[in-house]
T-cell receptor, first 115, second 114 residues
Framework: GAVVSQHPSRVICKSGTSVKIECRSLDFQATTMFWYRQFPKQSLMLMATSNEGSKATYEQGVEKDKFLINHASLTLSTLTVTSAHPEDSSFYIC???????????FGPGTRLLVL | GESVGLHLPTLSVQEGDNSIINCAYSNSASDYFIWYKQESGKGPQFIIDIRSNMDKRQGQRVTVLLNKTVKHLSLQIAATQPGDSAVYFCAENAGGTSYGKLTFGQGTILTVHP
């Protein structure tokens, strides 16, 4: 149980385009989903917390207009990187947490490369 | 608080040895701690967790120790195997209004030699 998937696993895009990443909880309902970014050889940095049916809460320094998060259902959250630039190239990881536990289950990550 | 590791600590062990990975956390209000294993190109995988009302918890081949006095967490892996090679992260959750929000440590690279 507690499986989280992400799609796509890898994406390459041109600078200036937008990219959407999906995060799904496959076998449980996720009241809360989290989005992290991880640069090479570094730790995970929380970008935003998303609760189903409400606006995401962004961490300090994360531009909400650039990283659009939608959590329209209890099993799906999306992260859209708008007008992507090479410095947005990173490993984006989501996690999901059910309401009755604090344990976060992580997705496999999405590698974004912006050319 | 946040922590970013530009040069991750490394630990090299021989297959069959026991491994100890350490983590210092910063928030004395944190009441829930988790260890994650991350293999290259993959998301973090839950290993074991512990709440602040405990100082030790054991799982299969793994033990987590919590010392709240010095804000220190450790992960012990018994009879380390090559498949244990990965980056290990500790994470803390302060609870309260930041329910579920985790702050990750910098990570430790574990390499197990056959």
């Amino acid at each position: 149980g507690a499986v989280v998937s992400q799609h796509p696993s890898r994406v390459i895009c041109k600078s200036g385009t937008s990219v959407k990443i999906e995060c799904r909880s496959l076998d449980f309902q996720a009241t809360t989903m989290f989005w992290y970014r991880q640069f090479p050889k570094q730790s995970l940095m929380l970008m935003a917390t998303s609760n189903e049916g409400s606006k995401a809460t962004y961490e300090q320094g994360v531009e909400k207009d650039k990283f659009l998060i939608n959590h329209a259902s209890l099993t799906l959250s999306t992260l859209t990187v708008t007008s992507a630039h090479p410095e947005d190239s990173s490993f984006y990881i989501c996690s999901a947490s059910a309401s009755y536990t604090e344990t976060q289950y992580f997705g496999p990550g999405t590698r974004l490369l912006v050319l | 608080g946040e922590s970013v590791g530009l040069h991750l600590p490394t630990l090299s062990v021989q297959e069959g040895d026991n491994s100890i990975i350490n983590c210092a956390y910063s928030n004395s209000a944190s009441d829930y701690f988790i260890w994650y294993k991350q293999e290259s190109g993959k998301g973090p995988q839950f290993i074991i967790d512990i709440r602040s009302n405990m100082d030790k918890r054991q799982g299969q081949r793994v033990t987590v120790l919590l010392n709240k006095t010095v804000k220190h967490l450790s992960l012990q892996i018994a009879a380390t195997q090559p498949g244990d090679s990965a980056v290990y992260f500790c994470a803390e959750n302060a609870g309260g209004t930041s329910y579920g929000k985790l702050t990750f440590g910098q990570g430790t690279i574990l390499t197990v030699h056959p």
